[in-house]
């Protein structure tokens, strides 16, 4: 995979255990900082779905 520029909420700041993001024009891309190689592959309608979900407590985090 190329590289990416990935973010993590601020929230996490150095932890070991963060969700990291990299937003592309026509992707997002979701992974966490324990399994790097492991990226989760959305489109942007998934992305906004899966953020509107979870803010509105759709699951239980």
Do not use: F, Q
């Amino acid at each position: 995979m190329k590289n990416r520029s990935w973010i993590r909420p601020s929230a996490c700041s150095n932890a070991g255990n963060c969700p990291e993001v990299a937003i592309a024009p026509d992707a997002v891309y979701v992974r966490s900082s324990l399994r790097p190689d492991a990226v989760a592959h959305l489109t942007p309608g998934e992305w906004r779905d899966l953020v509107s979900a979870i803010r509105n407590g759709e699951y239980e985090l």
